[in-house]
């Protein structure tokens, strides 16, 4: 894969996940054998495939590891970078949650990292009780500018941009959602011959539609919402720009 991609033109940097599990996190950043074996593996693995760097997505992660994460990043970083890897790491908008948002301590992360990653998409996650745009534009431009405001440089910033959206259910009072990728969106507005609105205040084509007795909504990605989200780096002075899928 790796060989193929540098065939290509494109730099590999893997990512690295906690599996969104809290005890796990937990265990591993505050045993020094564990955290030291996972950077030599790392820095083995680069050398065997030729890795060009790495992204590490750690989520879910109780807040008194807050500063246990920022150390571990901090021993990883100084490592990786003696091996001329890239080390780039995936952050949550600010927000009051601390598993999910005050686990990280960003300006500190972005002092030891090439590039923080601002996850900018789930403002309204699967479990919401609501429903609503997993980014509209106005949350986006907020996330950005929260997180600069925590110590990040711009330089350092990377926007991520959604390639998915949810198809939100209700029925009896209940929501519940799936995720939607943009082929599926399309697929719907042909199969139900439906005619999107476009939302100012979202950023976002919309539109809905009844199956049965239950309500199904889509706040839509798409090439109108993502290039009003992709101007926000040039807007900001970002140096780029990832997408999950």
């Known amino acids: 894969y790796v060989k193929n991609a540098h065939q290509k033109g494109y730099k590999v940097w893997p990512l690295i996940t906690n599996n969104f599990d809290k005890d796990l996190t937990h265990a591993f950043l505050n045993d020094k054998h564990a955290r030291d074996y996972i950077v030599r593996q790392m820095t083995a693995y680069a050398k065997k495939y030729k890795f060009d760097g790495y992204n590490f997505d750690f989520e879910n992660i ?14 990883a970083s100084k490592a990786l970078h003696k091996e001329n890897l890239v080390v780039s790491m995936d952050v949550t908008a600010p927000s009051d949650n601390p598993v999910w948002s005050k686990c990280y301590n960003r300006s500190e992360l ?10 900018a998409y789930d403002e309204h996650s699967r479990l919401s009780p609501q429903s609503g ?47 939607l990728s943009m082929q599926g969106a399309q697929t719907l507005i042909e199969k139900h011959k439906l005619t999107p609105e476009w939302l100012n205040d979202k950023g976002q084509y919309y539109f809905e539609y009844k199956d049965k007795d239950t309500r199904c909504q889509v706040w839509q990605e798409d090439a109108a919402s993502l290039k009003l989200k992709l101007d926000l780096v040039g807007q900001y002075g970002l140096p780029g720009a990832a997408s999950w899928r």
């Not at 972005?110 to 996850?119: C, H, K, Q, T």
């Not at 534009?137 to 941009?161: A, F, M, N, Y």
Request: charged share 30%.
């Open 133 to 179: 745009s997993v980014a509209s534009i106005g949350w986006v431009k907020k996330g950005i500018e929260d997180t600069l405001s925590q110590g990040v440089p711009k330089r350092k910033l990377i926007l991520g941009v959604p390639l998915y959206m949810r198809l939100w259910k209700e029925k009896d009072g209940k929501v519940s959602s799936e995720t």
């Open 62 to 75: 109780y807040e008194q590891d807050r500063d246990a994460l920022t150390d571990f990043i901090k021993q």
């Open 110 to 119: 972005a002092r030891n990292v090439d590039y923080l990653i601002l996850m």
